[in-house]
């Protein structure tokens, strides 16, 4: 069973819901760095506020923190048996970073599943969100941003991850329901 996985999407792809699809199916934690930031943010940390200048910008968080923050939480127990990151890595180097951290720990990543969707489509299902979750990284011009930042630095792990051999790319157009069929289907 594929147990150490990533979801790689556009924001807005609806990596989060399905995620918490693919956790319950394979019984795994699911591992966020959004979400770690935000209770960062949350608590009001140093590393927190830092953050949240760059979140609220729709700019990455640097490489470093990043870095740091995920190597501590992989030694948790609770990944042992597995895990999904959802919005990470990033970039090429964290990708990179991962698989080191990965290997030292002995093992290494089984899938990556890529959501594909239409960028277009996101800019409005962000703006739905933006009234839901009262996100303060979810108005149109932080929303372009994101796009932006995700078509330069994200996109080309989706060919990194496919040269490895890992990915299973999923068309995330349809409904929430039909991509977790696509998913599952995959999964199983
Ligand atoms: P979304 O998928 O909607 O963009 P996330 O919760 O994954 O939401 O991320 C929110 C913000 O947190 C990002 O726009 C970015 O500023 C920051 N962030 C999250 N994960 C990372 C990461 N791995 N590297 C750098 N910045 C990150």
């Not at 599943?113 to 409005?124: F, K, P, T, Y």
């Not at 969100?129 to 995700?150: F, G, H, K, M, W």
């Amino acid at each position: 069973m594929k147990k150490r996985l990533l979801i790689l999407g556009a924001p807005g792809a609806g990596k989060g819901t399905q995620a918490r699809n693919i956790c319950e199916l394979l019984d795994i934690p699911t591992f966020s760095t959004g979400a770690m930031l935000r209770s960062q943010m949350k608590a009001g940390t140093e590393l927190g506020k830092k953050a949240k200048e760059l979140i609220d910008r729709g700019e990455l968080v640097p490489d470093s923190v990043i870095s740091s923050l995920v190597g501590a939480e992989l030694q948790s127990p609770r990944y042992r048996e597995g895990f999904l990151a959802d919005g990470y890595p990033r970039n090429l180097e964290q990708a990179h970073f991962l698989d080191q951290v990965l290997k030292n720990m002995g093992t290494h990543l089984d899938a990556v599943i890529n959501l594909d969707v239409e960028l277009e489509d996101v800019v409005g299902r962000l703006l739905k969100r933006a009234e839901i979750e009262n996100r303060s990284d979810d108005t149109e011009p932080v929303i372009r941003r994101r796009l932006q930042v995700y078509k330069e630095q994200t996109e080309p792990l989706v060919r990194y991850y496919r040269e490895a051999g890992l990915l299973i790319n999923i068309d995330g157009n349809g409904s929430i329901d039909q991509v977790w069929d696509s998913i599952a289907a995959q999964l199983r």
